[in-house]
């Protein structure tokens, strides 16, 4: 009898036990669920620093907000067994899960979700932009070769700011240009180019600054590819060779008179109705303070007299230096008169005038006295006039009037012809001594 009692009790005590343990044991046990919610919750930035720099906590990286660290990383097993704590799967997806703007990216690292191989997740934003691994440049020529012999740099080479011209993130054009186009990318910064409207047949209306510049280095000045000559060669045929070139065609500086970006005039100078502001950015002495200007040079028509590349002429004139003077002066051409000026045909018309202005009439280069008696010594007395008559001079210059043009003084050009006449010693119209002096004083001489 007390035996079945005795079993009895051993069986309600042995289901009694089973049903607490059922109903406490999840109480008295973590699940695994709650034991990784328990190591997570302690996976925050300031227990991490318990073994990190603050370094590691001071990039701006959102590592205080409540994912923390695990929003890349990942617990892998008990804490106190780990070394580190492992990337999520894939660098790419854990970057791009907040960095979404940059998955259309045509860089081939940022592409293959290579973003650690540029960026430290850690890095300290005082130290470096971007959270980059090593400063900006240094990082670009990881893989990108440095331009080592380059004499002239791109200044943002030169200070590592590759990312001014270049979109490594956004960017699917070619060269991950800001833009998305050469001449975008460098009238950023140029911008002189973005107010210019070239034409499409330039290389910078064709978007191709690249075509003459070298973005990043080169041994020319203005980072040309080629010395410019070299350079302009590879478009326009090359001059012929010449005896007397311009100084700018001679030194291979055909942008000093044409605009290689653009300009408000085309760069075919010919097609200017007014090249002169094109040669004073040079010449700008050639009229300056001359009350007379040679017309020609008053219409802009510089190209008129002269070749703008050079010619065999002096002075770079289309033809002998006479010759282009009697292409306006026709009536001054005197070469088949009985009596020629020896200096006309010997040193030509510049001698005694100036082509481009002067303070004096007729642009002679002095007034004609002075410069006639800087060949004819002595002569400007007035003897050689009245060296067959007796006594006195014949009177010249201010204040005798030229009784035949009244508003003239009675000069060396009043009786002779500098460029050339049919009578003795260049006089107008006089065959003779008497003959000259009657122009004036017939009522002296009587009827001839």
Not at 6 to 32: D, E, M, N, Q
Not at 246 to 272: I, K, M, N, V, Y
Request: proline share 7%.
């Amino acid at each position: 009898m007390s035996t079945g009692i005795s079993t009895g009790r051993t069986i309600c005590w042995t289901k009694a036990a089973t049903a607490f343990l059922f109903l406490v044991a999840p109480f008295l046990v973590p699940s695994a669920q709650s034991a990784k919610s328990q190591r997570d919750s302690d996976i925050q930035p300031e227990n991490c620093q318990a073994c990190h720099s603050p370094g590691y906590f001071s990039s701006g990286h959102d590592d205080s907000e409540p994912a923390g660290c695990l929003a890349c990383h990942e617990i892998t097993g008990p804490i106190e067994d780990l070394d580190h704590l492992p990337m999520k799967p894939s660098s790419d997806l854990t970057c791009r899960g907040c960095h979404d703007e940059w998955s259309s990216s045509g860089h081939p690292e940022a592409a293959a979700g290579n973003c650690t191989n540029c960026h430290d997740p850690h890095e300290d934003r005082k130290r470096a932009t971007r959270r980059l691994s090593r400063d900006e440049s240094k990082t670009c020529l990881k893989c990108h070769e440095e331009t080592d012999d380059a004499i002239y740099s791109h200044t943002v080479v030169k200070r590592g700011n590759c990312s001014v011209c270049h979109d490594v993130h956004g960017a699917s054009t070619q060269g991950l240009l800001m833009g998305g186009t050469t001449t975008a990318a460098c009238a950023a910064c140029h911008l002189s180019l973005s107010q210019q409207e070239p034409d499409e047949e330039w290389p910078i209306g064709a978007d191709q600054c690249d075509k003459c510049h070298d973005p990043h280095g080169t041994s020319n000045p203005f980072l040309l590819i080629k010395p410019q000559e070299e350079l302009c060669k590879d478009c326009h045929e090359p001059l012929e060779p010449v005896k007397v070139p311009h100084a700018a065609t001679r030194l291979g500086r055909c942008s000093s008179c044409h605009p290689q970006h653009g300009a408000e005039h085309s760069s075919d100078l010919s097609s200017l109705d007014d090249i002169a502001p094109v040669c004073f950015a040079c010449h700008s002495d050639d009229v300056s303070r001359r009350n007379i200007v040679h017309q020609p040079l008053t219409e802009g028509k510089c190209t008129d007299c002269h070749d703008p590349h050079g010619s065999d002429q002096q002075h770079s004139l289309h033809k002998p230096l006479n010759e282009t003077c009697y292409t306006c002066h026709e009536d001054m051409d005197r070469r088949q008169s009985e009596t020629g000026h020896g200096v006309v045909e010997a040193d030509g018309c510049t001698l005694c005038h100036d082509p481009h202005g002067s303070a004096n009439e007729t642009l002679l280069r002095l007034p004609t006295m002075n410069l006639c008696i800087t060949c004819h010594r002595g002569f400007d007395d007035g003897y050689h006039v009245v060296k067959n008559t007796a006594g006195g001079s014949h009177p010249m210059g201010k204040p005798t009037q030229n009784p035949l043009i009244p508003e003239e003084w009675l000069e060396c050009t009043s009786c002779h012809d500098p460029h050339g006449s049919d009578n003795p010693y260049l006089w107008y119209k006089a065959r003779s001594a008497r003959d000259l002096c009657i122009e004036c004083h017939e009522r002296n001489f009587g009827s001839p």
